[in-house]
């Protein structure tokens, strides 16, 4: 699908000529056969475009080859874009706009800032969220399961804290590149984003993709990256989280055991960690999460994102990036 979309407004004239199009591949990743009722993913018009929640969007903006910073802005989020060099076209810039799986349906605006030395303009986008029906789980478990105790509840904190810190240093670097790779080939439970009644009570839903594997599966990187942070804690068991540059991180967690350290340089595909039940898990399984710029959005978005080898290669812009068997998480 190739949409243009119109410049709504430009501060400055420098650029008044330039053509402006963006193209926005919606990525439509839910298993058929769970959401049976869902309509086809919604689609642009009129430079209006949608998706809907936990998806991700792939925005182009053309003909900006002079630009030295695009940066996206969305519902306080930062999108930083990167350059794209396509063999045989004019450079364009791409940004990934994840929309989070708790994002209220609705229009709002996409304001992307292209800048070129002192010069600056603005370019504005409508993107329409629409609502996903995610399913609704209702689970009964014991109650310690459930409920934390005062010293588990104090653990739990600081474990969020250290996670935010890790997470607030971005990368700087685009280091993934557009071969994404399943961590494991198992049996997705298609229940990211479920809303989950633990023992009557709504509790946070699903903020990811339960794979169910046998314990002891190698657990691979879905991408390049550089290993933020490795942990071991109350709900998530023993997890690793990838920094992919650019906001992007995926993470991998109720692990066995981990293979990786802080720090550590990693390859798509590489194998991180095994699969195993600790945290909160009923049973061996990994739970593969992704926040993009601070969106929860289904992982399995990255595998079928329509990004062609070749065309995302040697991209890497200095842009500064602001930002079946389940678990209980
Ligand atoms: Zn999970």
Do not use: C
């Not at 929309?99 to 992307?112: K, N």
């Not at 209702?138 to 588990?152: A, N, Q, R, S, Y």
């Not at 890790?166 to 993934?176: D, P």
Request: no cysteine; aromatic share 8%.
């Amino acid at each position: 699908m190739m949409t243009v979309l119109k410049q709504t407004h430009a501060r400055i004239s420098w650029l008044d000529q330039t053509l402006i199009t963006a193209v926005v591949l919606l990525s439509s990743i839910f298993p058929v056969e769970l959401f049976s009722n869902t309509p086809p993913a919604p689609k642009g018009f009129d430079g209006q475009y949608s998706g809907k929640q936990g998806q991700v969007l792939v925005v182009k903006v053309r003909g900006e080859e002079q630009a030295t910073e695009v940066n996206g802005t969305f519902l306080k989020r930062t999108i930083p874009f990167f350059r794209e060099f396509r063999p045989g076209e004019s450079d364009g810039y791409i940004g990934l706009l994840g929309i989070d799986m708790q994002d209220e349906p609705g229009t709002y605006e996409l304001a992307v800032d292209v800048k070129q030395g002192e010069q600056a303009k603005q370019l504005s986008f409508n993107v329409l969220v629409a609502k996903e029906k995610f399913i609704v789980e209702h689970l009964t478990l014991p109650k310690e399961k459930v409920d934390l105790d005062e010293k588990g509840a104090a653990r739990w904190k600081a474990e969020q804290e250290q996670v935010k810190q890790a997470l607030a240093e971005n990368s700087r670097l685009k280091l993934w590149r557009s071969n994404f790779v399943e961590p494991v080939s198992g049996k997705r439970t298609g229940i990211f984003g479920s809303v989950r009644i633990m023992n009557g009570k709504p509790r946070n839903p699903h903020n990811g993709e339960d794979i169910g594997a046998p314990m002891g599966t190698d657990v691979a990187a879905t991408n390049d990256g550089i290993v933020r942070i490795t942990v071991d804690h109350i709900f998530s068991g023993k997890g690793v989280f990838v920094d992919h540059g650019l906001g992007f991180y995926s993470m991998y967690f109720h692990l066995s055991e981990i293979l990786v350290n802080d720090g550590d340089l990693v390859k798509a595909g590489q194998i991180i960690g095994k699969v195993g039940a600790t945290g909160r898990a009923t049973g061996p399984h990994l739970h593969w999460g992704v926040k993009l710029n601070g969106a929860r959005v289904n992982p399995y978005a990255l595998l079928d994102l329509p990004l062609k080898n070749g065309s995302m290669t040697g991209s890497a812009v200095l842009t500064p990036a602001v930002g079946s068997a389940s678990d209980l998480r």
